[in-house]
T-cell receptor, first 112, second 111 residues
């Protein structure tokens, strides 16, 4: 089991460029999450998908879109990147509510 | 407004001594709490949890204490080891399928 995988590991974008962060899990989990981590801010939820076919906004959804492509994959898209989106992005998944979340290794994004 | 707060951004402890990491919360409806550990360039990993019906949960060197009246929890690591050096996040679920995280505490265990 690879657990939760994320690609790419690192990306540099110019302001206004778009990109998609990919996340996949092989644990047959129902729910998947996207977080961003910024210094002094902890982990903040961007979007989540409680189950295949559903997505919901988290705490900081502005500037992002998501797609739950199937049960395994949950992608995060930045349509027009801004310097404020420079961050480390983590994907996570759980099988059932109140279970612990499993995190991917993160994608470090720098927007110039 | 942060529902889970970690007011100490950093903590340094000598190897072999006790590390105490603190966390405060504002929502009295939270019914369980978790601690995650994060090493540089890795994702957070689950460390220990506690249900609100308990006031203590122990797992090896790690013990979490919950004081519901004070809305405070703490993570004790005894004895601390250099490999424990990491960022520690406390977290709680504002709803069934979500977690809200504190801002983290960087623990450094000095050899």
């Amino acid at each position: 089991n690879a657990g939760v995988t994320q690609t790419p590991k690192f990306q540099v974008l110019k302001t206004g460029q778009s990109m998609t962060l990919q996340c996949a899990q092989d644990m047959n989990h129902n729910s998947m999450y996207w977080y961003r981590q910024d210094p002094g801010m902890g982990l903040r939820l961007i979007y989540y998908s409680a189950s295949e076919g559903t997505t919901d906004k988290g705490e900081v959804p502005n500037g992002y879109n998501v797609s739950r492509l199937n049960k395994r994959e949950f992608s995060l898209r930045l349509e027009s990147a801004a310097p404020s989106q420079t961050s480390v992005y983590f994907c996570a998944s759980i099988q059932q509510p109140q279970e612990t979340q499993y995190f991917g290794p993160g994608t470090r994004l720098l927007v110039l | 407004d942060q529902q889970v707060k970690q007011n100490s951004p950093s903590l340094s402890v000598q190897e072999g001594r006790i590390s105490i990491l603190n966390c405060d919360y504002t929502n009295s409806m939270f019914d369980y709490f978790l601690w995650y550990k994060k090493y540089p360039a890795e994702g957070p990993t689950f460390l220990i949890s506690i249900s609100s019906i308990k006031d203590k949960n122990e797992d090896g060197r790690f013990t979490v204490f919950l004081n519901k009246s004070a809305k405070h929890l703490s993570l004790h690591i005894v004895p601390s080891q250099p490999g424990d050096s990491a960022v520690y996040f406390c977290a709680a679920p504002p709803s069934a399928r979500q977690l809200t995280f504190g801002s983290g505490t960087q623990l450094t265990v000095l050899p």
